[in-house]
T-cell receptor, first 116, second 114 residues
Framework: AQTVTQSQPEMSVQEAETVTLSCTYD???????LFWYKQPPSRQMILVIR??????QNATENRFSVNFQKAAKSFSLKISDSQLGDAAMYFC?????????????FGTGTRLTIIP | GAVVSQHPSRVICKSGTSVKIECRSL??????MFWYRQFPKQSLMLMAT?????????EQGVEKDKFLINHASLTLSTLTVTSAHPEDSSFYIC??????????FGPGTRLLVL
């Protein structure tokens, strides 16, 4: 079974600074997507960024970028210029496309605190 | 705006009663929807995959007779917690894939069984 590992239960960063959240995954598939989701106190899951495995270029969305290392099966999230609104739980997730099975597998999450 | 809705957002019920949670895709059709359960300070655990026009697929360890899923139309899936007990208290989230790379989540339902 595919697994997603987030080794940092909690992280904190000073406002306006940069923080990197780690994620590793295990798979034997070649066609898959990786995602970072944010879950604020409201508990609504919000997509932060996604990466298709076939694309070598790292995805970027404004202050959010990823470092996708396919061979190492690593998918870290970098948040630049951290803002108070970035405080949330962040989940790394994996999705493969195998015989119609398109379910998301989530990591255990990292709680990010922003220090004013 | 929200593209996946859930109703109710919060429900309190007595032990032994059944509770139905609805999940709707608002502006797209979803032949598949997913139901997750989330305990406090934990990750989302997939319970089952809801399939329009066929039986739901349950994850290992999830009681299909306890958690009944019906995918009545291309925009509606329901999760019924039957004979609820306090240990069923949790946060339930549904999601629906709009495309290969896009999956939207509902706002969740907080269930408290007394």
């Amino acid at each position: 079974a595919q697994t997603v590992t987030q080794s940092q239960p909690e992280m904190s960063v000073q406002e306006a600074e940069t923080v990197t959240l780690s994620c590793t995954y295990d798979t034997s598939e070649s066609d898959y997507y990786l995602f970072w989701y944010k879950q604020p106190p409201s508990r609504q899951m919000i997509l932060v960024i996604r990466q298709e495995a076939y694309k070598q270029q790292n995805a970027t969305e404004n202050r959010f970028s990823v470092n996708f290392q396919k061979a190492a099966k690593s998918f870290s999230l970098k948040i630049s210029d951290s803002q108070l609104g970035d405080a949330a739980m962040y989940f790394c997730a994996y999705k493969e496309f195998n015989f119609g099975n398109e379910k998301l597998t989530f990591g255990t999450g990292t709680r990010l605190t922003i220090i004013p | 705006g929200a593209v996946v809705s859930q109703h109710p957002s919060r429900v309190i019920c007595k032990s032994g009663t059944s509770v139905k949670i609805e999940c709707r895709s608002l502006d797209f059709q979803a032949t598949t929807m997913f139901w997750y359960r989330q305990f406090p300070k934990q990750s989302l655990m997939l319970m089952a995959t809801s399939n329009e026009g066929s039986k739901a697929t349950y994850e290992q360890g999830v009681e299909k007779d306890k958690f009944l899923i019906n995918h009545a139309s291309l925009t509606l899936s329901t999760l019924t917690v039957t004979s609820a007990h306090p240990e069923d208290s949790s946060f339930y989230i549904c999601s629906a894939p709009r495309s290969r790379e896009t999956q939207y989540f509902g706002p969740g339902t907080r269930l408290l069984v007394l």
